[in-house]
């Protein structure tokens, strides 16, 4: 049972180890001439990486039916950070409207059949990570096979069509369809890189089944053919690992250390493969065989499940071998450094009760690679010990999920602050239009105006009288008005020097003759005068117009204003955005407190372990204690028994 437990181990961390291989860029956008300024926009964002606002732009685009020339690309840009936000049911309606159809505008960009396959593989990827295989292998058959013409071959598919095969096949294994899976792997040339991770993802197949005859036959096939791949060393370490453990289990023991022996000292498997090494010796009673592996491993972290097991299987071959006291000690030292670890392993389970998980795991600097984004955050202090649970694409799916719901978090806070600003230029807006109601202002406007119609109103009618009257004179101008006045005045003064019995009719003659010739200059200059002031008063009255046409459009503005144009827009904004918060802090604590209580489930299960093995190590000390008291109390007996019969 113990070695099945490791093979299950082993080939549930690898089983899918090439999703890693397979190439995750993302196909890029045809080069395109922007005729909508909202799309470009839009995609500024986007190749600034700023999908959210990139999305906001584009769709706020479409509700004002900004796009007249772009709609049919929008959509696909759409999709496309649709599947980088993981929404894949959203992006595969989007792909599967538009890049199965024909162009329906003369601007849309045309896809060939390799972009439309990358968009195709990048969504099945996505649903096939999320385990929904069904759907996954649907998306990938949508995947043309149309095969391209390489340099000395012809008719061979390409790369990416082999990685979709590939990954059909993967996902037909583990819905148990073994010969469906072999067929699909066929359409898969002989030599390529995966034919090793299918074997290796076969022979996990047959671990899962308990099927070891089969499932050493297939690990045995993936370490052989990765013999003619360079730096493909780790899944090759891998296949020997899972191979030995599959000998174990059909107790062919000296086929597992010969497997165990081909994984290198480096690898990242090489604590199972040392301690596989070990139980495989110490199976057939090799027991100092078996020291040497184990010893090495016992030098290895504690945080491998491999150390904290041979903690245990050293002491006991060293007490097979007869060496009690190393036994005893190495049980001293299991025990101590189990309860160290339980320690370490209580204080980590507080802390992910009580700390934000922003503050336990790293994801501030996860990639934004369009669709490449799904990779392990940093490990550090508080998730060393969960790097196993990391590892699995569901706790890395609600990772991601945390973290972009904590970036739409942010960016709902700050349209919630728009919001406001938005909310005090309206209030600003209307309470100026309240001073011009309200304050009396325009009103003043009002009245300033017909107080000027009325100078003017007064004005053209005393000129019409004084044209009556004298019409050269009233309308002297310049020079001219001011001589006219100097000869009124002049004749006051003679008027009054006569009433004093002065003799002033030489003067008064003169003045009389000075008259005559100012009124011939008058009326010289009098049809002049005329157009001058007629022009004047024209050019009034239009300004006087235009001022009372003002005055109107404004009335017509304040009547108008009354009410905000924005403010219930503004208020339904504001209920959608409380809401959305609402929606949005409810779905982060359900998916924080997930993963909470992952992470808490997963410390609390390597705890419980460690104190298991602490109860073992325990065990054994009190029990070498008893074996080595009942050896000094039969020492003594044995001396006086000797004795006697002399």
């Known amino acids: 049972m113990k070695i099945i437990k490791l093979v299950k181990r082993i080939t549930k961390t690898v089983r899918y180890c090439a999703a890693g291989f397979l190439l995750s860029a993302p196909f890029a956008l045809q080069a395109e001439t922007v005729k909508d300024l909202r799309y470009g926009v839009a995609l500024y964002h986007f190749y600034q990486e700023d999908y959210f606002n990139a999305l906001l732009e584009l769709i706020s685009a479409q509700q004002l039916q900004a796009l007249p020339n772009h709609q049919t690309n929008a959509e696909l840009l759409k999709g496309g950070i649709s599947l980088s936000y993981g929404l894949d049911k959203q992006a595969e309606a989007i792909f599967s409207r538009l890049l199965s159809a024909k162009p329906a505008h003369a601007d849309t960009i045309v896809l060939d059949e390799q972009q439309k396959n990358k968009a195709w593989f990048y969504l099945g990827k996505l649903v096939y990570q999320q385990g929904d295989y069904p759907r996954a292998i649907k998306l990938l058959d949508y995947i043309s096979q149309q095969k391209t013409s390489g340099f000395f071959t012809s008719d061979q598919p390409s790369s990416l069509q082999i990685q979709a095969q590939y990954l059909q096949a993967t996902m037909l294994l583990a819905q148990g369809d073994v010969a469906q899976s072999r067929q699909t792997m066929l359409a898969v040339p002989e030599l390529s890189i995966y034919w090793p991770y299918y074997y290796f993802n076969l022979g996990s197949a047959y671990a899962a089944q308990q099927q070891w005859s089969k499932a050493s036959e297939a690990f045995e096939q993936a370490q052989r053919l990765m013999l003619g791949h360079e730096g493909e060393q780790a899944l090759r370490d891998k296949a020997n690992t899972a191979a030995g453990y599959a000998y174990m289990a059909q107790q062919n023991y000296p086929k597992a250390v010969v497997a165990f022996r081909r994984v290198s000292l480096n690898s990242l498997v090489v604590d199972k493969a040392l301690l596989g090494y070990g139980l495989a010796e110490s199976e057939r009673e090799n027991y100092q065989q078996a020291l040497a592996p184990w010893q090495a491993l016992r030098k290895q972290s504690l945080l491998l499940p491999a150390v904290q097991e041979v903690m245990l299987a050293l002491p006991y071959a060293y007490e097979q071998l007869g060496g009690l006291t190393e036994a005893l000690q190495e049980y001293q030292q299991a025990a101590q450094s189990y309860q160290q670890e339980i320690s370490k392993l209580s204080e980590a389970i507080t802390l992910f009760s009580e700390q934000p998980l922003g503050q336990l795991f790293s994801l501030t600097g996860l990639n934004q690679s369009w669709l490449s984004k799904r990779e392990l955050p ?26 972009d719901l904590t970036v739409l978090q942010k960016n709902v806070l700050e349209m919630t602050a728009r919001h406001e600003n938005l909310l005090a230029v309206d209030n600003e807006q209307q309470h100026y239009w309240q001073q011009l109601t309200e304050g009396g202002q325009l009103r003043k406007y009002q009245n300033q105006y017909q107080q000027l119609l009325q100078l003017r109103k007064t004005l053209a009618e005393k000129l019409q009288q004084a044209e009556a009257a004298d019409p050269a004179r009233s309308l002297a101008q310049g020079d001219d008005f001011e001589l006219w006045r100097r000869v009124d005045q002049a004749y006051g003064r003679i008027a009054h020097l006569s009433q004093q019995g002065q003799n002033l009719n030489t003067e008064q003659a003169l003045l009389s003759r000075y008259e005559d010739i100012l009124l011939w200059r008058s009326e010289e200059r009098y049809a002049d005068n005329h157009w001058q002031l007629n022009k004047a008063i024209a050019a009034l009255d239009t300004h006087l117009a235009v001022t009372q046409n003002t005055i109107d459009n404004l009335q017509a503005a304040v009547n108008g204003k009354s009410q905000s144009l924005f403010q219930s827009r503004l208020q339904q904004l504001q209920q959608r955005l409380v809401q959305q918060q609402v929606q949005i802090d409810k779905q982060l604590a359900i998916t924080s407190e997930t993963i909470r209580i992952s992470a808490i489930n997963e410390l609390t299960q390597q705890k419980q372990q460690l104190q298991k093995y602490l109860a ?14 009942y050896q000094q109390a039969s020492q003594p007996a044995a001396q006086q028994s000797g004795v006697g019969d002399e």
């Open 378 to 403: 940093p490990i550090d202090n508080n998730t060393i010990y969960i790097t196993h649970l990391i590892a699995k694409h569901s706790f890395q799916a609600k990772l991601r999920d945390y973290y």
């Open 616 to 629: 073992r190590a325990t065990l054994a000390v009190a029990r070498l204690y008893d074996l080595g008291s």
